[in-house]
């Protein structure tokens, strides 16, 4: 009897890419369904999230189903927050009932030790962009965003966001951002030889880099031009393949 993989994506960034790749999307949920054994999801599901106490974004309602699907057949699903969607809280654990991870943490996955990471904000420099994330990420910023309405809330989003450009356009900073989080990837592999597999995402381009005999560094890429996903195997090399839907 075959072992079932755990699937791995990210970058999808609901919200922002057309209704097809939604429709895309949620059609892989169901392959995973019946097709693998845990499905991890390494930041930015969706281009902007934030948890209202009482309030869901009302576009996200039928992705948001989907995933209670595959958590009802009895599969794991994983999230880690993203550049876009760091804000996930108590509605995706207790609603949807997926296991909301740290940024930058480790588990075993199909037998591999994995420190997962989606990527941004990883290694030495960019010490802006490093400032900028711990005061989003503040308890006290999270605070005020929450007492501004909804609708304010995600059209200063949506103004900040950047994705729908990177859609229509080739993203100009993807092979720099990619090169980085590789290098911090391999740098990570040196100091950590307990680590077997890092997984990240952030750079919007996927690979599978064996940085040294069964030890990976892995970018499972997007789904604004990608539509890549990750199959992680006890016993075999991760691979990377395209949902074509």
Known sequence: MSVKPIMIVSDIHLGAVPAETE??????????????????????????????????PRQHLRVLAALADVVESGLPVWFVGGNHDAWGGSFL?????????????????AGYRALIA???????????????????????????????????????AARASSTEHKVAVADPGGESRAQHIQRWAVEQMADRPDLDLILAGHAHIPVVLEVEP?????????????????????????????WEG
């Open 118 to 156: 989606h990527g941004d904000g990883v290694g030495t420099g960019d010490l802006g962009y490093k400032v900028l994330r711990r005061f989003i990420r503040h308890p006290w910023t999270v605070r005020s965003f929450r007492a501004i309405h909804p609708d304010l809330g995600s059209r200063i």
């Open 23 to 56: 429709r895309r999307f949620r059609h892989f949920l169901g392959f995973v369904r019946g097709a693998a054994s845990g499905l991890l999801i390494n930041g930015d599901l969706f281009d902007f999230w934030f948890e209202y106490r009482t309030v869901v």
């Open 214 to 242: 069964n030890r990976f560094y892995v970018n499972s890429g997007d789904w604004l031009r990608h539509f890549s996903y990750v199959a992680l195997t006890p016993g075999k090399a991760p691979t990377l393949a395209r």
């Open 93 to 109: 654990q207790d609603e949807i009932g997926m296991k909301v991870l740290q940024d930058r943490c480790e588990m075993t996955l």
